[in-house]
């Protein structure tokens, strides 16, 4: 069976994707231990290599800007910490850029994989041709915002959908970094409540559940160490970590009752949208 393919996409930065993404990736797996997961990343930070990698360098010196020139993306993963597979990520994407002629070459690549599971993509916080390539080619996309503004440049993500005539039910918007101690007067007594009310009222879907701001989870990501440690072993005792636990459940569900793969749809399709 193919992979199902999920993305995380934002054109706002600081709102928590590489988080989420890295840290279901953590999940899937302890939940659901005979389960592929796969993780790569068309950001340069480096983050997913920083959290998952065992060695100090990769084993095989290809990373995922191999993926474009040729060689099988099943030979670029790595097995990294928590039993996650990765690919090392790269900061030579642009260089492969004009590669990516229509919203399915980078589908194309995949279907001729031997991934299977759940692959999970993290992306640049613009709308550039990796990320509209992973778009394409999503079963599920995952949205964090965190404030109006991050729930307003969504529009723009929606509208690439409607353009290349893809379903909206498979954007689904995540609450995320929202700070629990705020409180409102009226109707909605918080962030989550306000966000979500307003992503309904513009015909968007959203996940169960957020993921709240925690200061002891923030120091995962920044401390002296220039480490990455992951929630499930440093924030089990935390709001966020039962967060996790249910959107990871949430994702087991949809791979497990949506038998069909995007990727499939994609392999049969004549004619791909143009970029």
Do not use: W
């Not at 778009?135 to 109006?148: M, Q």
């Not at 009226?186 to 200061?215: E, K, W």
């Amino acid at each position: 069976m193919r992979p199902y393919i999920i993305t995380l996409s934002s054109e706002k930065g600081g709102v928590g994707k590489t988080t989420v993404a890295t840290n279901l990736a953590i999940y899937l797996k302890a939940l659901c231990e005979d389960l592929p997961v796969t993780i790569f990343s068309f950001d340069n930070h480096f983050t997913v290599d920083r959290l998952f990698r065992i060695s100090k360098e990769s084993a095989n010196k290809k990373d995922i800007l191999h993926l474009f020139t040729g060689d099988p993306a099943q030979e670029l993963t790595e097995l990294g910490q928590f039993g996650v597979q990765f690919v090392p990520s790269s900061r030579r994407l642009p260089e492969v850029r004009e590669l990516l002629t229509d919203a399915a070459s980078f589908a194309r690549l995949l279907a001729a994989s031997q991934l299977s599971g759940i692959v999970i993509i993290d992306t640049r916080p613009d709308l550039d041709p990796f990320t509209l390539n992973a778009l394409f080619t999503s079963d599920r996309v995952i949205v964090p915002v965190k404030d109006l503004p991050s729930l307003e440049n969504c529009k723009y993500l929606y509208e690439f959908f409607d353009r290349a005539k893809l379903s909206r039910r498979a954007v689904r918007l995540l609450p995320c970094l929202i700070d629990a101690r705020i409180r409102f007067e009226g109707p909605f007594r918080d962030m989550r409540q306000l966000l979500r009310a307003y992503a309904i009222n513009r015909g968007y879907r959203c996940m169960d559940g957020c993921i709240t701001r925690s200061p002891k989870v923030d120091s995962l990501q920044t401390n002296p160490d220039g480490k990455v440690y992951p929630i499930i072993s440093y924030g089990q005792h935390s709001d966020v970590h039962n967060q996790f636990t249910q959107l990871a459940r949430q994702v087991l569900q949809d791979y497990r009752n949506e038998p069909a793969r995007r990727l499939g749809q994609i392999a049969g399709d004549a004619d791909p949208f143009e970029l």
